[in-house]
């Protein structure tokens, strides 16, 4: 909850609320969340949060990066995590490279070439299954807008690697968004249309393999529903298998009816528990 402070004691893995908001939630009823620090293979630190499942000698998990890719201060707690961890899912985050608020070279890891940022989430998964925490062979990955981006170039660029993911308004095709946005990370496609071929997974839809979901809002007013119809489309005459799109009539970028966001992790849920075994 972002309107809430806590001091996190580093020794003891312990969170401790020092300010409330109007949120009603029993801080000390929630899975754990512990936070932890990893070298990626160059040699950078990571930040990582682990919420640990319901049960814990539980190693099905879920990779979940985050939006933005601006990382925010309250980017490590998320409720949809703790919901997962409600229904012993251990949950992922990891405050990857092309991240902010740790200094521009962090940032700027990204420009150019997303497959970095894909190699720390491999670094990442291989540092927790060395510490026993998961199964590195039992994993899903989800997330939103830029998370659903990574979710799909997850998936689409390491088949096999995932038994599922789950993609939340998520950029296909670099071509198509924000031009202001992504030009400041990958020119443009006149400029240097190689760039936006690795990094857009509508270039990769011939690798699809696991299970993925797509749900997007029709009325979304950041990436444009084209994005994931163009991807959709690209599926069909590949004659691909274990996808689906949910559209969602009502909702932009951010959604804001309560039925849209139960009907989401609904099938969320529903996916991870038919991929992930004990």
């Known amino acids: ?31 754990q969340m512990i936070a932890y620090d990893f070298n990626n293979r160059d040699g950078v630190p990571i930040q990582a949060f682990f919420t640990q499942a319901k049960n814990k000698s539980n190693k099905k998990t879920i990779i979940y990066p985050h ?3 601006w990382a925010r201060d309250y980017w490590g707690f998320d409720p949809t995590a703790q ?11 990891m405050n990857i490279r092309g991240s902010t608020g740790y200094g521009y070279e962090f940032a700027a890891e990204v420009f150019g070439n997303f497959e970095e940022v ?7 998964i291989e540092f927790f ?3 026993g925490l998961i199964d590195k062979n039992n994993l899903c990955i989800y997330g939103g807008s830029y998370g659903g981006f990574i979710t799909l170039m997850a998936l689409l660029t390491k088949p096999g690697k995932f038994k599922c993911g789950a993609a939340l308004r998520s950029v296909t095709d670099w071509a198509h968004y924000n031009h202001e946005y992504t030009s400041n990370i990958l020119n443009t496609p006149y400029e240097d249309s190689i760039a936006f071929q690795k990094s857009s997974p509508i270039y990769y839809a011939e690798n699809l393999s696991d299970h993925l979901l797509m749900l997007h809002g029709v009325l979304d007013d950041n990436v ?6 163009r991807l959709s489309q690209r599926f069909i005459e590949l004659k691909m ?6 559209l969602y009539p009502v909702e932009p970028h951010g959604f804001k009816q309560s039925s849209s966001w139960y009907d989401e992790y ?3 849920l529903k996916l991870f528990e038919q991929q992930l075994k004990e």
């Open 241 to 246: 298998e274990n996808w689906e799109l949910a």
């Open 129 to 131: 299954d060395a510490e």
């Open 83 to 93: 919901f997962l961890a409600e229904n012993n899912f251990n949950v992922i985050q």
């Open 1 to 31: 909850n972002p309107g809430t402070y806590f001091l996190y004691d580093r020794d003891q893995s312990k969170f401790t609320p020092l300010a409330r908001s109007w949120s009603k939630i029993d801080y000390q009823d929630l899975n």
């Open 67 to 69: 939006g933005g890719p």
């Open 266 to 268: 609904r099938r969320i």
């Open 224 to 229: 444009q529903l084209q994005d994931v119809v």
């Open 118 to 124: 894909l190699e720390d989430i491999y670094d990442g």
